[in-house]
């Protein structure tokens, strides 16, 4: 009887146990950002006039998460004396905020810092200001859509920004995104999917997608021996799943691009398709946020 | 429906409660008069929390002698479609302790598998396996029931890290 007690108890323990999956919802669809309105609707900034549009083909695109770009003037002054990113053309930046007691948006006061074009598009409310995503550029930039991005229950709500670079008589789409922080990558791929899956043919896709070495339980613990023996991390497997969609990986090989607490990992990627692309590089002697700007130049058709 | 951590912990209440009932309730005339001498309590089962497997694990010992046991721990779970399944074997040393109370050192290696299924129909998902070494310090009391608490550290393919576990199971 003992045993058979034993064993009950074991069932139920076992089955209370934490693993199972965790949902994530529906995607949005591409809206053009001057149809948003109300506390999220977008802040932009023209190119200033008598500014010369240099942009050449090659392009050099960066992205960088400014971790909340509150030291805009830091970030200017890092991003302005780097001789790779002084002149680069476009910027895809994740963790821009704008606040109404600030004069105006974070990454609006950078682009005037560096004269370039932007567009902020918040993701969410965060106190009584915005957190969201911003394109940088120093050639015309339109035809801004953003997409709520499917989100697990335990992440932040995100988005997807895709936006028409153009370059010497070409075109060339760009998709910037910022995914959840600890999802797993079923999850990842998934919230992921909407923005990349049916792209143009010629296409680059950047940002913070927090491709994080560990798999974690609901969302809130990362099992470390997981990653440790048997190898988790989520990069790698991100790149492997945007091969499949003939995107090629130039960042695969970059090594870390943010740290903290003493850990440093290849949480940002740039994928590009339909293009020929140089290696990415990383500026790691940045020490304005707790990631580093990752580049590529690309070559339009 | 509850939520999954206080499931978890209520079932840990309850097993908690069950074992130690068992290991100290006061035998009955009846039992005590069928009871043959005591013989030496060599094996153990146990449910492990977090530890050597990551998540959970189940696990069998035997005690040697008095400063020398065996044993493995065995794991799976499903994280978000992610299968883990681990085995890992260890040697127990007992350097200090006295009667059922004791410190103890876990040492073996970790055998492990990750199976990434797809989520998605363009994408065939991947797997991982590998193996690591474990180092576990930690207090064991050890009677009709047992209880462990363990800092561990572990190394492998992805460098090496801290961890922690629990144990609880019975002997006999």
Excluded at chain 2, 6 to 25: E, N, P, Q, R, Y
Aim: aromatic share 8%; hydrophobic share 45%.
């Amino acid at each position: 009887m003992d045993v058979l007690i034993r064993a009950l108890l074991l069932a139920c323990l076992l089955g209370a146990l934490p693993g199972c999956n965790a949902s994530i919802g529906d995607p949005g669809v591409w809206v053009p950002i001057d149809t948003v309105a109300g506390p999220l609707a977008p802040e932009d900034r023209a190119l200033p006039a008598g500014v010369p549009r240099m942009a050449a083909n090659p392009l050099r695109v960066v992205t960088f998460n400014v971790q909340l770009g509150a030291n805009v003037d830091g970030i200017a002054a890092a991003l302005a004396g780097n001789d790779n990113l002084a002149h680069a053309d476009v910027f895809l930046l994740q963790e821009e905020e704008s606040y109404q007691e600030e004069s105006a948006a974070r990454a609006v006061r950078l682009a005037d810092a560096l004269d370039l074009g932007c567009t902020y598009v918040p993701a969410r409310e965060v106190g009584d200001g915005t957190h969201g995503l911003a394109i940088l550029s120093r050639v015309p930039v339109d035809n801004v859509e953003v997409m709520d991005l499917p989100d697990s229950s335990i992440a932040n709500p995100r988005i997807a920004l895709r936006a028409d670079v153009h370059v010497a008589g070409s075109t060339l789409r760009i998709i910037d995104l910022h995914l959840g922080a600890m999802l797993n990558i079923t999850d990842r791929i998934l919230q992921m999917r909407p923005a990349v899956l049916h792209a143009a043919d010629t296409v680059l896709v950047a940002g913070d997608f927090n491709s994080n070495p560990y798999v974690w339980d609901d969302g809130k613990v990362p099992v470390v021996p997981v990653s440790v023996v048997a190898g988790a991390d989520q990069g790698p497997i991100l790149d492997d799943y945007m091969r499949t969609l003939d995107y090629d990986t130039p960042t695969a090989g970059v090594g870390p691009t943010e740290h903290m607490y003493g850990v440093s990992s290849r949480l940002d990627a740039i994928y590009t398709r339909g293009l020929q692309v140089t290696p990415g590089q990383v500026e790691r002697n940045m020490d304005v946020s707790d990631h580093w700007p990752l580049w590529v130049d690309v070559t339009l058709p | 429906m509850l939520p999954r951590h206080f499931a978890s912990a209520t079932a840990l209440v309850v097993l908690v409660m069950l074992l130690h009932g068992l290991a100290f309730a006061e035998p009955t005339a009846t039992t005590t008069a069928a009871t043959p001498p005591q013989t030496p309590r060599r094996h153990a089962v146990y449910i492990e929390l977090l530890g050597r497997g990551g998540l959970w694990g189940a696990g069998y010992d035997y005690q040697i002698n008095r400063w020398l046991g065996a044993g493995a721990t065995a794991s799976f779970y499903v994280l978000d479609s992610q299968r883990v399944t681990a085995l890992c074997p260890y040697i127990a040393l007992y350097p200090l302790g006295h009667g059922h109370h004791r410190a103890f050192l876990h040492l073996g290696p970790q055998f492990m598998h990750v199976a990434t299924p797809s989520p998605v129909p363009e994408w065939n998902g991947t797997s991982s396996s590998g193996v690591g070494g474990a180092l576990s310090a930690g207090y064991e009391y050890r009677n009709r029931i047992l209880v462990r608490v363990y800092a561990m550290g572990e190394a492998g393919r992805g460098g090496a890290a801290p961890w922690l576990g629990a144990s609880l199971g019975w002997t006999f």
